[in-house]
């Protein structure tokens, strides 16, 4: 009987999610070990790095890496992995676009450190010690993984072959994503393995969105309680299904909560946020600056509602910082 393909997963910045979305796939999850070999999955299994090291270059049929970089150790697996795959997939909208760890980049380390480890309430540290990448104590010497500046998203540090998004990957892109892998018949590298059109296109509310449609107010979710079957933006709930890719079968439409963005913009988007302040810019009816910022009361969070997912993938990266910032 030949060998089965060998597959593995690994986590870097990131919840967790996307590792139990694999276990989401119930008893799929069956057929896809049975199809495949398991060679790495450290959060499941009793892996080891030195066992992937030990791999001959090219041997495994595709790692799916789930996360941001964050830290010199992750870098340093994505790169193994990268060395020992012929597929390496970005998994989840962390790896896809950095994900909602990649908001830390309105900040520095310093700020962060500062923040972690001195000034909150509940910190007790009066010598004010910070992690040190290594450290001798008591004869012997620690080392721990470098905390980078910046947060990045798996393809700003190594080639991605195929991104499978969302916050987390629901259970059927997963399994379609495995199967086109096994099938052998791939898309063109750099593919993302969902349907490339707009959320909105394909909305089981779309008939109920206006032509035109006007907002004279944003509203948060919690200020109003929406109607279950008319568009969310016509009722000026800030939905970013015009800016967001589908095939995430409508999970939040049909909770009655506005879609915010996780499967990241389509391949005719360059910049997912800018793409919604374009859209959100039409929407407003009125050219009087004082009724722009009634309008615009309801965002509170800009950054945070247009790049939740997808700073470290946009144009913008990071907030610059400044002397006075640090």
């Known amino acids: 009987m030949p060998d089965k393909p060998k597959v593995a997963f690994y986590w870097c910045a990131s919840c967790g999610g996307c590792e139990e979305a694999v276990v989401d ?15 790495f999955w450290p959060v499941a299994l009793d892996f080891k790095k030195s066992d992937v090291e030990a791999m001959e270059d090219g041997s495994i049929l595709a790692s799916f890496v789930n996360g941001a970089i964050r830290t010199t150790e992750q870098e340093e697996m994505a790169l193994l992995l990268r060395r020992k795959s012929k597929v390496l997939v970005a998994f989840g909208s962390c790896a896809h676009l950095g994900g ?15 923040t972690a480890y001195r000034t909150t309430a509940s910190t007790v540290n009066p010598e004010g010690t910070l992690p040190q990448v290594s450290l001798a104590h008591n004869g012997d010497r620690v080392h ?156 509170p969070d800009p950054v945070g509602t247009f790049y939740r997912y997808g700073l470290a993938g946009s144009l913008l990266r990071r907030r610059k910082m400044t002397p006075v910032d640090a």
């Open 144 to 299: 721990l993984p470098g905390f980078y500046n910046t947060v990045r998203a798996l393809d700003q540090v190594t080639e991605v072959d195929y991104y499978i998004p969302g916050c987390a990957p629901t259970p059927n892109i997963i399994a379609g994503a495995v199967e086109t892998l096994l099938g052998g018949d791939l898309p063109p590298a750099g593919t993302v393995l969902t349907p490339d059109i707009a959320l909105c296109e394909d909305c089981p509310r779309l008939d109920t969105k206006p032509q035109e449609l006007t907002i004279e107010r944003f509203r948060r979710p919690h200020e109003v309680i929406a109607d279950e079957g008319t568009c969310l933006l016509a009722q000026g709930l800030l939905c970013m299904g015009p800016a967001t890719r589908s095939g995430c079968g409508h999970l939040c439409i049909n909770g009655n909560m506005p879609c915010t963005g996780c499967f990241g913009p389509t391949s005719k988007v360059r910049d997912q946020g800018a793409k919604y302040l374009s859209a959100i810019a039409s929407m407003l009816g009125f050219e009087d600056e004082a009724a722009i910022d009634r309008a615009l009361d309801g965002i």
């Open 25 to 39: 796939l119930a008893e799929k999850i069956l057929d896809v070990v049975a199809a495949v070999d398991i060679v």
């Open 100 to 114: 909602i760890p990649a908001l830390a980049n309105l900040w520095d380390r310093e700020a962060i450190f500062d």
